[in-house]
């Protein structure tokens, strides 16, 4: 993911206005992620319960993805990222099923 890509993810996940603006520039460019942009990501997605409740059909969509980098390349996030990976990843995989 170039750097362009990574400061509008940014300035789009830190506005609240602009969430659906987020969820698809994160939906076109998740292919392209690196490191540095999961870090990114992982830090600007909350992941309060009422958070991924509010925004669970998007997060489930990413789960495959975010399940490949935790098995592939999590081990160079940030410590701080590694656990919020891991709660994110946990609490998507409880919300209920979407029939």
């Known amino acids: ?3 362009d890509a990574k400061t ?3 300035n789009l996940g ?3 206005g602009k969430i659906d603006e987020f969820k698809d520039h ?3 460019y998740v292919d392209t992620f690196d490191v540095q942009a999961w870090d990114m990501f992982l830090h600007l997605v909350s992941i309060s319960e009422k958070n991924i409740n509010k925004h669970g059909a998007f997060l489930k969509r990413l789960l495959p993805r ?3 980098f ?3 390349e999590s081990n160079s996030l ?3 990222a590694h656990i919020r990976l891991g709660v994110l990843i ?3 995989k409880q919300l209920p099923l979407v029939s």
């Open 90 to 92: 946990d609490r998507i």
């Open 78 to 80: 940030s410590m701080v």
């Open 8 to 10: 509008k993810m940014c």
């Open 14 to 16: 830190q506005d609240e």
């Open 26 to 28: 994160v939906e076109r």
């Open 70 to 72: 935790d098995q592939h």
């Open 66 to 68: 975010l399940e490949a």
């Open 1 to 3: 993911m170039e750097w």
